[in-house]
């Protein structure tokens, strides 16, 4: 399975935009690009996912880069309810069969 | 209504007891998960369900074995506890199953203790 790298923690102010980075040097072509999101104690909650092209919801926006090779979640304004643990993760598409393998993550702090 | 519910919610028991965790979804999805996240915080996957059949069983010893009744249910049974069983376990469903694009819902885990 492909690799994602991510900071281990970032901190924003709340009503500020949030951009949290992702590498995935060795993507392939059928990754798809998902985040999810870990609030304490309760079970991760899908953000968003993309393949080539930039996507947004109501949630959050994926920035993927060009060459795919890395990709940013933003969160537009930060709210101290977005503080929790983010994963950038890759899933084959036809191969992976669902399976998410979740790395360390970037704990998110939001400051009032 | 929750989406993925798991009962119980905590779970203390002494070494080389037998539990069971179950998990139910009600939002019509084929395929089911369980994940475990330990001490240090990471997930990772155990087994997915697609249709009642078992198609993902990540290295887990013999002592777990899930059981799916139907497509709505996978429960979880964990035979002759031991201390490093000890962690949070995520029940998850996702409607779309091989694409690559399928969302995962989550449950509110399920935190076991052995003593």
């Known amino acids: 399975d492909a690799k994602t790298t991510q900071p281990n923690s970032m901190e924003s102010n709340e009503e500020e935009p949030v951009h949290l980075p992702c590498n995935h040097s060795?993507?392939?072509?059928?990754?798809?690009i998902h985040w999810y999101r870990q609030l304490p104690s309760q079970g991760p909650e899908y953000v968003i996912h993309?393949?080539?092209s930039n996507v947004n919801n109501r949630m959050a926006s994926l920035a993927i880069a060009e060459d795919r090779k890395s990709s940013t979640l933003i969160l537009h304004r930060a709210t101290l309810r977005d503080a929790a643990v983010y994963y950038c993760i890759l899933i084959a598409g036809g191969t992976s069969y669902g399976k998410l393998t979740f790395g360390q993550g970037t704990i998110l702090t939001v400051h009032p | 209504d929750t989406a993925v519910s798991q009962t119980p919610k905590y779970l203390v028991t002494q070494m080389g007891n037998d539990k069971s965790i179950k998990c139910e979804q009600n939002?019509?999805?084929?395929?089911m998960y369980w994940y475990k996240q330990d001490s240090k915080k990471f997930l990772k996957i155990m087994f997915s369900?697609?249709?009642?059949?078992?198609?993902i069983n990540e290295t887990v010893p013999n002592r777990f074995s899930p059981k799916s009744p139907d497509k709505a249910h996978l429960n979880l049974h964990i035979n002759s506890l031991e201390l490093g069983d000890s962690a949070v376990y995520f029940c998850a469903s996702s409607q779309e199953f091989g694409t690559g694009r399928e969302t995962q819902y989550f449950g509110p885990g399920t935190r076991l203790l052995v003593l």
């Open positions: 369900y697609n249709n009642k059949e078992l198609i």
């Open positions: 993309g393949l080539t």
């Open positions: 060795t993507i392939s072509g059928t990754d798809y």
């Open positions: 939002l019509g999805h084929d395929t």
